[in-house]
């Protein structure tokens, strides 16, 4: 059963497209890591999902409804996708706690009590709870990340969506925040993860998808396409990345 | 020396009547700005450009005329339309109208200094339009607003020395009347001049404390 089918779907900014017929489908439960180039559309494809971005056309299927459909209440659709952010994109102006219940009690309108239960339930699954009461920006990159991904799993998503999650970090940050990854990964959410780092790719990934100019060229098992790939752009993609390990 | 001491101090009670005027006039004017200048804000950030383009007329006609021609033509060129005030009402209107404006285009600019990640990050939690500004963005916006504002409210203690041309009884018009009575002109406005200082002075500590009150916790590490 797919959580997430997106077909033939062609996006842009103004008149240059970005995305360029781009098919996917993650399975409920399955964690998918997308990795291309820069430019190649992967934020953007992202984006889409959740109409950050709107697309041209195509279609995207998430938990058996088309959400470019007519009428579709797009904020309904937001409330069970998680989204992680590249730079975590915390509001500064509130404690990480209440980054946490805020959305819950806004846009899920549970009470404060339970929002709170529910924050602080997250807060301890990303090892964040002793920073509760701590501003944003007093926080590491890496720890900010982690408020990040407790946020996007309070509302309880059916789908998580994470922008290169560990990009911006220092080497030395990128483990805690790829540590904590894998932990909400054992614990069977459905993921797509726009990501860099092989190791924790490897680790994790169901399946990879590799992604170049708006579509996606080859996809397979971890080890399959990082050891044996098929097309000659993924083996010079690769062996870029390779080298900077 | 000690003789324009006294003298000074002498006539800072007359003026200090005059301060509180100019305080009524520049605070009044302050609010009713700030008023004006929150309902054209939104105007200019959601309606569609042509729409907008009436906002920002407004906007720049009044920040591109001098204030002093604003306040003649309310309370010389009205009449002749038998719009007529008198001189207090009409130095609140054009300070008002002037000063909307300015503060439209601070909070304008403060809004825009929110970083677009914001938007996107509050609208994928599933956040409505107006949510996204009551939550995330005016908090934000209205905090990085605080100095420009109070600068703003300074420049309008200033500026209501204008209004003394028009026959409002305040600081600066109290001082011309010393002057007319004792002819030490030089004393009367340099007592003119501290109490301006002094009154600008304390705004401008006032704006610190705000700023430190309504300050983003680790914010100057600096992220945006």
Not at chain 1, 29 to 35: A, D, I, K, Q, S
Not at chain 1, 102 to 123: I, Q, S, T
């Amino acid at each position: 059963m797919e959580v997430l089918v997106v077909q033939k779907l062609i996006a842009g900014y103004h008149k240059t497209p970005v995305l360029r017929g781009i098919s996917l489908r993650v399975n409920k439960g399955e964690r998918v890591v997308l990795m291309g180039p820069s430019g190649s559309g992967k934020s953007t494809l992202l984006k889409c999902i959740v109409r950050l971005v709107e697309p041209w056309s195509g279609s995207i299927i998430i938990d058996g409804i088309n959400i470019l459909d007519d009428g579709i209440d797009i904020k309904k659709v937001r409330q069970r996708v998680g989204f992680v952010f590249q730079s975590y994109n915390l509001f500064p102006h509130m404690t990480v706690l209440r980054n946490v219940t805020l959305p819950l009690e806004v846009v899920k309108r549970m009470d404060k009590k339970k929002a709170m239960e529910r924050a602080l339930k997250v807060l301890e699954i990303v090892g964040m709870t002793k920073f509760k009461d701590k501003y944003p920006l007093e926080l590491s990159g890496g720890q900010q990340q982690r408020v990040a991904i407790a946020r996007a799993l309070a509302i309880d998503p059916v789908l998580l969506l994470l922008d290169e999650p560990t990009s911006a970090l220092d080497p030395e940050l990128r483990e805690e925040v790829l540590e904590t990854l894998r932990d909400v990964a054992k614990r069977g959410i459905s993921m797509l993860i726009v990501t860099h780092e092989l190791d924790f790719a490897e680790d994790v990934a169901d399946r990879v998808l590799f992604m170049d100019h708006g579509i996606i060229i080859e996809e397979g098992p971890p080890y399959e396409l990082f050891y044996n790939p098929k097309k000659d752009r993924t083996r010079r993609f690769l062996k870029t990345i390779f080298r900077r390990l | 020396m000690q003789e324009t001491i006294f003298f000074i101090l002498r006539i800072i009670p007359y003026l200090a009547q005059g301060l509180m005027i100019t305080f009524y006039v520049s605070i009044t004017s302050f609010i009713i700005g700030l008023a004006i200048a929150s309902i054209l804000t939104p105007l200019r950030v959601f309606l569609t450009p042509s729409l907008s383009l009436i906002v920002r007329s407004y906007i720049e006609i009044l920040r591109g005329t001098p204030l002093l021609v604003q306040l003649f033509i309310i309370y010389f060129g009205l009449p002749s339309l038998g719009v007529k005030f008198d001189p207090l009402t009409a130095g609140i209107i054009a300070l008002s109208l002037n000063s909307s404006a300015y503060q439209a285009e601070i909070l304008r600019a403060s809004i825009k200094a929110i970083p677009e990640s914001q938007y996107y990050s509050a609208e994928a939690l599933g956040m409505s339009t107006i949510q996204v500004y009551r939550y995330v963005i005016l908090p934000q916006a209205l905090r990085a607003a605080i100095p420009a504002l109070v600068n703003e409210l300074v420049t309008l203690v200033k500026e209501s020395s204008l209004v003394s041309i028009i026959g409002v009884a305040e600081l600066t018009r109290r001082g011309e009347y010393v002057v007319a009575y004792t002819f030490r002109a030089l004393e009367a406005y340099l007592a003119v001049a501290i109490l301006y200082f002094i009154v600008c002075m304390i705004m401008s500590q006032v704006s610190k404390i705000l700023e430190r009150k309504f300050r983003i916790p680790g914010y100057e590490r600096g992220v945006f």
